[in-house]
């Protein structure tokens, strides 16, 4: 069976400062990792996807997470934080792509 | 290039009232997903077309659902009678299949039920 725990449900962080969004996963097969993103009133959007390739996986907006087999781990983070960053981020598990596993969210506040 | 559309974006009905949401995948895509969120838990895979076939239906939480892809192309949901528990984000996705490949998400159908 496959799962995911996003490990907090709400981040907070000033402007300029990292993000760390934690995720650890349980997978029985080499598991294929995604984080997206949701803004207010939006859709899910896409921000990085590993499967199988380097470990360190740069997205979109310059987010970047690292798979650690060892930890079971897939942490979404970025250097600097902006506004336009305050949105809710899901890590998703799949082992066939075709049926994403999604976490519970993490809901990230960024203030000025 | 057209984005996956999803209709309504936002609808509320009675208990007992029947709802259709509708998903148009991006153009190409054979690959076509439901999925919703429902008050307070996460998001929950209900099923998967390939073009107008129904791959995997496991998600499906009961019989009052009822999803259909006739033709291959655009996708419905309905949701008859409707419940309190109903009530959530259905989010439709495509993609062109694959290990690997992208899922592609609408911006879901908010669904209110009272």
């Known amino acids: 069976a496959q799962s995911v725990t996003q490990l907090d449900s709400h981040v907070s962080v000033s402007e300029g400062t990292p993000v760390l969004l934690r995720c650890n996963y349980s997978?029985?097969?080499?598991?294929?990792l995604f984080w997206y993103v949701q803004h207010p009133n939006k859709g899910l959007q896409l921000l990085l996807k590993y499967t199988s390739a380097a470990t360190l996986v740069k997205g979109i907006n310059g987010f970047e997470a690292e798979f650690k087999k060892s930890e079971t781990s897939f942490h979404l983070t970025k250097p600097s934080a902006h506004m336009s960053d305050a949105a809710e981020y899901f890590c998703?598990?799949?082992?066939?792509?075709?049926?994403?596993?999604f976490g519970t969210g993490t809901r990230l506040q960024v203030f000025p | 290039e057209a984005g996956v559309t999803q209709f309504p974006s936002h609808s509320v009905i009675e208990k007992g009232q029947t709802v259709t949401l509708r998903c148009d995948p991006i153009s190409g895509h054979d690959n076509l997903y439901w999925y919703r969120r429902v008050m307070g838990k996460e998001i929950k895979f209900l099923l998967h077309?390939?073009?107008?076939?129904?791959?995997?239906e496991s998600g499906m939480p009961n019989n009052r659902f009822l999803a259909e892809r006739t033709g291959g192309t655009y996708s419905t949901l309905k949701v008859q009678p409707a419940e309190l528990e109903d009530s959530g984000v259905y989010f439709c996705a495509s993609s062109n299949g694959g290990i690997g490949n992208t899922i592609y998400f609408g911006e879901g159908s908010w669904l209110t039920v009272v």
């Open positions: 998703v598990v799949s082992h066939t792509t075709d049926k994403l596993i």
């Open positions: 077309f390939v073009k107008e076939s129904k791959q995997d």
């Open positions: 997978s029985s097969y080499s598991p294929s």
